[in-house]
Structure formats: structure tokens, C-alpha cells
């Protein structure tokens, strides 16, 4: 079996998009994009974070047990510190916390719409006669929930096929498990919604396979672009990118040159399409430099450089003690409230304790920011101080 073209994690690209499959690989037989995607160091750490989760899981270790240890991710070095144990131990704790009667970590399974090749599941649990799937969402940057999630869908579906000769199943739970956000969501489908959902997404998959890259098999909308490898290239995403705002300017008021109220919020909704679509324009366009492509209207020119130590700290401190003393070295600074927070839980303080530490502490609100109308938080005015409108 070999690792899925069209995985688990890229449906929102494959199924939104029937074309796009085909694109990418075309874009990677012409040479203009890597037959496997460099992992960022983001990713990398996830996949570290992910290795000490499935050590705990296993082996029935708290992560305290790996610290200091070094794991290695994509060629890249990551030492677990406090910050990756108290995560990973929030996840673990999760999966503790459903008392499943059977647990299985890491788990290998063939895809249901292309039983040939696999995706790999954190977690699949049996308790009672409920499946339960859980998935580790290492990042911080963007919240990711369980609800109308088809990575996590298609793992219960593929997990729900595996199991069901060994277990008598009659609902599919899936959860994520997003530490570093603070953010624990689980979806819960009937058998019925399952095989309803098994449909869809194998009429997905079959479109996807018989598409080719024309551009009415090419369909631009948020969820099908945000991760595709096809963006930097792509007519139909820079159309809808960039289409709504390209003539506007064009039609100022001719009285005052002004952007009109509607041309304000074509540009507000438009926006962060469009800076996704330079962004990624930009990162092809420097990725093609290093390769050695020129362009007479642009070159690779050297960062900013940096400075690092680059010996045993042991040999550094002596070295540095001839002059300097330890506090010059090591000067002392204060925690922060997220960090003692951290502590206190490790140390399992007492809530007088926690308490007197808490009147120490001064909330301030964020800075107000632009969202659309459809965000669910509460409109604010901004005054001295912020008034909710409710």
C-alpha cells in the first residue's frame, strides 16, 4: 500500500476541486513543483510532538519522563521542553479521560474510496459500542474543530470499516485535540450520516480521478485553494482573487478620485484572498530563483544574516566568566503569567494558592480589529475602554 494522492488531509483541495489533482501533477512532471512538498519547521515540530504523544500513549509514560530528549523530524532537531510536554500531556490526558476499552496509536489504514493506498490515524479507541477517533492538531496558528471536519471523517469511516467484524459499532465519534489553542472538539455521526457521507466523498474522489486540469474542472473557492500546491499557477485562483477588484479602480468618482462605499467593501471581503494569492505567488517566484530561474525584473539577494553561539555552553561560560559575572550571564527575569499558569498545573498547586497568584494578575483586552459581520464574536466600540454591543 502506498500513501494517498488524494489523502484524508487534502480533501478540501481534491473534493472541492476535481482539476486540481491533475494540475499539480503536471506542474511536478514539468519540473515547476517538488514531486514531495518540503516540510516547513512548523510541520516538523508537529511531527516531533506527534512521535512523544505516541511514546506516552504506548509505553504509558507522562511526557515529564522524555524531557530533554531529542527527536528528530524531517532532518530537523527538536528538544522536548516544557512547553512541548505540557501540550502533548493535555492531549494525552484527553485520551485518558474517554476510558477506552481498546486503544490502538498510530494506525495504518486502507482508504475506503482507494483501498490500495493508506492514511495514518493518532488515535482509534472502542468504548462500549461507540468508535472513537482522535486526531492531534499541533499548530497555533489557525484553529482547527471536529465539526464538518473530513480529514477526521473519512479516518472514522476508514476506521469504522476496519473495526466493525471485531466490535459492534453503532456511532463514529471524532475529536481534535488542539493543545497549543486551548480548543477540544468532538462530532458524533449515526451509522446512517456515515454511509451518507461515505457516498459523497467516493463521488468526490471518482470525479477528481477522471478530471484533468481545464479550466471547468478547476474551481477556485477558499477551502479547495488555501493549501493547493497549484495556486502560484492557477488562472482560475487568480480570477477569483483578483477579478472582483481588477476594473474598480477604474471607475473612482470622477468628482472626488474617492473609493466608493461599495468598492470598500469589495475590497474588505477580498482582501485576505488576494494577499494568500500574492503571498503564494511570491513564494513560487523565490522558489524558482533558488533553482536558478532569472527574471530581468527581479533577483535573489542575501538575508539578513545572524549570530550564535557555536561551542559547548560549558566552554562558552568559562570563556565569558574571565570578565563577566553568572547574573551578567544569566541575568534573571521574571515568568510570565501563560508560563507560572504551566507550573502551577504541573505542580498540582492548591486553589488558595492559585488564587493569591491570580490578584496578581491584570487582563487587558486585545486590540479591536476588522472582522466580517459573520464572526460570532460581539461588536465592540472603541473608546477608552471597549463597550460590547449587544
Not at 260 to 280: M, N, R, S, W, Y
Not at 319 to 343: D, M
Request: net charge negative.
Amino acid at each position: 500500500m502506498t500513501h494517498a494522492k488524494r489523502s484524508p488531509s487534502g480533501f478540501n483541495t481534491w473534493g472541492n476541486c476535481p482539476g486540481s489533482t491533475a494540475f499539480v501533477d503536471e506542474l511536478i512532471e514539468a519540473g515547476k513543483t517538488p514531486k514531495k512538498e518540503e516540510a516547513s519547521v512548523f510541520a516538523s515540530e508537529g511531527t516531533a510532538a506527534h512521535e512523544l504523544a505516541e511514546k506516552c500513549l504506548i509505553q504509558s509514560k507522562n511526557p515529564a519522563e522524555f524531557m530533554n530528549d531529542v527527536l528528530e523530524a524531517d532532518h530537523n532537531l527538536f528538544t522536548v521542553d516544557d512547553d512541548m510536554v505540557y501540550n502533548v500531556d493535555n492531549y494525552v490526558e484527553y485520551v485518558k479521560k474517554l476510558k477506552l476499552d481498546k486503544m490502538f496509536v498510530e494506525v495504518k489504514l486502507p482508504l475506503f474510496y482507494s483501498p490500495t493506498e493508506t492514511g495514518t490515524a493518532d488515535v482509534i479507541g472502542i468504548k462500549g459500542r461507540t468508535l472513537h477517533v482522535v486526531d492531534l492538531k499541533y499548530g497555533k496558528g489557525v484553529a482547527v474543530v471536529a465539526e464538518g471536519n473530513m480529514q477526521l471523517l473519512i479516518y472514522g469511516i476508514c476506521a469504522y470499516d476496519e473495526y466493525d467484524m471485531l466490535y459492534d459499532i453503532d456511532k463514529v465519534v471524532v475529536h481534535i485535540v488542539q493543545p497549543r489553542m486551548g480548543s477540544y472538539t468532538s462530532e458524533e455521526y449515526g451509522l446512517e450520516e456515515v454511509e451518507t457521507h461515505r457516498g459523497l466523498i467516493e463521488e468526490c474522489f471518482e470525479r477528481s480521478v477522471k478530471a484533468d486540469n481545464l479550466p471547468e474542472n478547476l474551481i477556485s473557492r477558499e477551502k479547495s485553494c488555501r493549501w493547493c500546491r497549484a495556486k502560484p499557477f492557477c488562472g482560475e485562483h487568480r480570477t477569483t482573487a483578483l477579478g472582483p477588484v481588477e476594473d474598480m479602480f477604474n471607475d473612482l468618482d470622477a468628482s472626488s478620485g474617492e473609493i466608493t462605499e461599495d468598492q470598500l467593501k469589495v475590497i474588505f471581503e477580498q482582501g485576505p484572498q488576494i494577499k494568500k494569492f500574492i503571498d503564494a505567488v511570491f513564494k513560487r517566484l523565490e522558489d524558482e530563483a533558488k533553482q536558478g530561474t532569472e527574471r530581468p525584473w527581479c533577483k535573489l539577494v542575501a538575508g539578513r544574516s545572524s549570530r550564535k553561539w557555536n561551542a559547548p555552553e560549558e566552554d562558552i561560560i568559562k570563556a565569558l566568566r574571565v570578565r563577566l559575572t553568572l547574573q551578567e550571564i544569566y541575568p534573571p527575569k521574571l515568568i510570565s503569567p501563560a508560563q507560572v499558569e504551566k507550573v502551577m498545573k504541573k505542580k498540582k498547586c492548591k486553589k488558595k494558592f492559585t488564587e493569591s497568584v491570580n490578584s496578581f494578575i491584570l487582563k487587558t483586552e486585545g486590540t479591536a480589529k476588522l472582522a466580517p459581520v459573520s464572526d460570532k464574536r460581539p461588536a465592540v466600540i472603541e473608546n477608552s475602554e471597549f463597550e460590547v454591543l449587544e
